[in-house]
């Protein structure tokens, strides 16, 4: 774990993503060969090469099933799509392109900074382990052609890239001052001061008198939480905050939190309650 092999003082691997263990060393130097170019770009990440020019997507980059969507994606909001372990689904990227070009035009949010690929990871399914944020890869992963060869629910997805979302706005954009009022406001009982983000982890106990619920997931972490309300906030931003959603729809969840009998787990995703949509709106915006 000590070696540096361009001799820049950055060690080149760590077992750390965020504040997870990983299951697999991650690069802890982006650019492991020091030539200047960061290793997901470099095709021999261990070897000097040339630096590709600006907008030029390397050949050992370019997706199997889905060139022409992650083109666009890339040339638009300079997110890059990676094969990984499965090959993106044209329709994953073309459903992710809309909602950045929607949430743009209504002026919802600021793509976080933190965000700069998505890749298409085999372990990913649409009903138990539907995505993740992996902060120190900087990245989102979800399922791929293995999962979406045809979308068959178009809602479901988009709630799935949604929370992913929100968990790379939460670490972006959202500072500690904010995330006491918003945990006050929603009604999660977490401390403040310099423990705070510490006890971001711990599950909601209470009941659910004051609107914490946004959905059975929700009561997970107040990361959960947010990335949920997060959800909700671009999808259902332009239903009047009390309204009910009358049909349930599947949240997301994760592959421990899968039923032992098989199927999906169904459950609410609510429109915000109307103090916790002010605070969603004067902080990311909307013509709401």
Known sequence: MSADAD????????????????????????????????????????????????NELPAHLISKRAKAAQRSLYEKFQILAIDHTDMHAPKVLEELTSILEDARARGVFRRPGNWK??????????????????????????????????????????????????????????????????????????GEGPRLRDSLMKPFKGAD???????????RNFHEWFAESFASYVLMGVRPPRAKVRRPVLVHAHADEAPASGGGRRDFLRPLRDPVFAWFKQKFGGPF
């Open 209 to 219: 008198t004051d609107g914490a619920v946004i959905s059975k997931y929700s009561r």
């Open 117 to 190: 690929y998505l890749y298409a990871f085999a372990g990913h399914d649409d009903r138990h382990n539907q995505g993740a944020f992996h902060p120190r890869l900087e990245a989102i992963s979800v399922g791929g052609e293995l999962t979406y060869s045809d979308v068959k629910d178009r809602r479901r997805l988009r709630e799935t890239l949604l929370h992913e979302i929100g968990h790379a706005v939460f670490f972006d954009q959202m500072r500690d001052d904010e995330i006491e009022g918003l945990n006050r406001l929603a009604g999660w009982p977490l």
């Open 7 to 54: 001799g820049d003082g950055v060690r080149d691997w760590t077992i750390f993503d965020g504040d997870r263990v990983a299951d697999a060393l991650i690069p802890a130097d982006d650019d492991l060969d020091g030539d200047g170019v960061e290793n997901i770009w470099d095709e021999r990440p261990l070897v000097r090469s040339r630096k590709p020019r600006a």
